[in-house]
């Protein structure tokens, strides 16, 4: 072959490749998907990931496995959906706290605002404020602050960000706190209920040990009262100016071609507004809320000054340098 003949099928050979790389969206999908969770099984979370990829597997027809992956605060998860492929067979459930928290606080396999293709959001954890028998005379948030004033309290959660409302409450209140990050949130509940730790970040696991008389709840830290304890009112309503904001994120890899990306986001709020996944976020007190992507962003960046001026007052926040 002549040189130029040689150049020029280089040269064809190129977009070649990059076509051949790239996922044929009039195809996809074609095979197996992959939905990452940053959390063990059990939790909140995981109910929410069963319950879309179950959705999704019948209206795209092909298997949707859930991959948890728990550990390092939540932030494994995000780090193997960055890691992937941006071929649409890749997504999952990128909480708040690793996008806005974990920034803060250590380091990181992925840079949160640059590293995925957001979707969606599609609900929100609640967070209850639960004691068990290590505070045996506490019956309501004014004892529990009052108890917090004479000596610090254990709180635990997986992740400092689901702790925003118990870090606003020393800062507002006085109350002391020992912070204890833990990896699995049932083991969170299993260790307040035996005594071990005097409160957590509780969230559906929670609603059988309460009405079973394991753990008394003493308020909602979510913007709203849980539909299983309409009696207990939010940390707002008992004069605390705090909420604890879980949004479940949904985003695939950065560099997912467009047409993927909207398929995505459209089959994720299907499987938000459909009836039986309404149904069983209802049934574990999690609230639906379905938004694009857009909105989405809108609501993350509205939330994420208080979360950080939470934990800074904390003195959660690494120190750099």
């Known amino acids: 072959m002549h040189r130029r003949g040689l150049l020029g099928a280089i040269a064809l050979s190129a977009p070649a490749i990059q076509a051949a790389?790239?996922?044929?969206?009039?195809?996809?999908?074609?095979?197996?998907?992959?939905?990452?969770?940053?959390?063990?099984?059990?939790?909140?979370?995981?109910?929410?990931?069963?319950?879309i990829a179950a959705h999704m597997e019948k209206a795209l027809g092909v298997s949707v496995v859930v991959r948890n992956t728990p550990g390092a605060g939540g932030t494994l998860g995000p780090g193997r959906i960055a890691q992937s492929k941006p071929d649409g067979y890749t997504f999952g459930l990128v909480g708040f706290s690793a996008l806005v928290v974990a920034p803060l606080t250590m380091d990181l396999p992925y840079k949160p605002w640059e590293s995925f293709d957001f979707l969606a959001v599609t609900s929100e954890l609640r967070i209850g404020v639960p004691v068990g028998p290590s505070l045996p005379n506490v019956r309501t948030l004014a004892d529990f602050i009052a108890e917090g004033r004479r000596r610090p309290l254990t709180i635990a959660s997986t992740n400092p960000g689901s702790a925003v409302s118990f870090f606003d409450l020393a800062r507002l209140t006085g109350l002391q706190m020992t912070y204890v990050q833990i990896s699995s949130i049932t083991e969170?509940?299993?260790?307040?209920?035996?005594?071990?730790?005097?409160?957590?970040?509780?969230?559906?696991?929670?609603?059988?040990?309460?009405?079973?008389?394991?753990?008394?709840?003493l308020a909602s830290a979510s913007v709203d009262r849980w539909p299983e304890f309409p009696d207990v009112p939010t940390l707002i309503e008992?004069?605390?100016?705090?909420?604890?904001?879980?949004?479940?994120?949904?985003?695939?890899?950065a560099g997912l071609p467009p047409v993927i990306r909207d398929r995505l986001e459209?089959?994720?709020?299907?499987?938000?507004?459909?009836?039986?996944?309404?149904?069983?976020?209802?049934?574990?007190?999690?609230?639906?809320?379905?938004?694009?992507?857009?909105?989405?962003?809108?609501?993350?960046?509205?939330?994420?000054?208080?979360?950080?001026?939470?934990?800074?007052?904390?003195?959660?926040?690494?120190?750099?340098g």
């Open 188 to 217: 969170a509940a299993t260790q307040v209920a035996g005594g071990h730790i005097d409160s957590y970040t509780g969230t559906s696991e929670m609603i059988g040990l309460v009405k079973g008389g394991n753990l008394r709840m």
């Open 266 to 320: 459209a089959a994720l709020l299907a499987a938000a507004r459909d009836p039986e996944v309404l149904a069983r976020q209802e049934a574990a007190s999690i609230a639906p809320r379905p938004l694009g992507r857009a909105a989405a962003m809108a609501l993350i960046q509205e939330v994420r000054p208080g979360v950080e001026a939470a934990l800074a007052a904390s003195g959660m926040v690494r120190k750099r």
């Open 21 to 51: 790389a790239q996922p044929a969206p009039d195809r996809w999908p074609s095979r197996e998907m992959q939905l990452v969770t940053g959390f063990g099984p059990g939790g909140g979370t995981d109910l929410i990931a069963r319950a």
């Open 238 to 253: 008992q004069g605390h100016d705090t909420a604890t904001r879980q949004l479940i994120i949904w985003a695939a890899p």
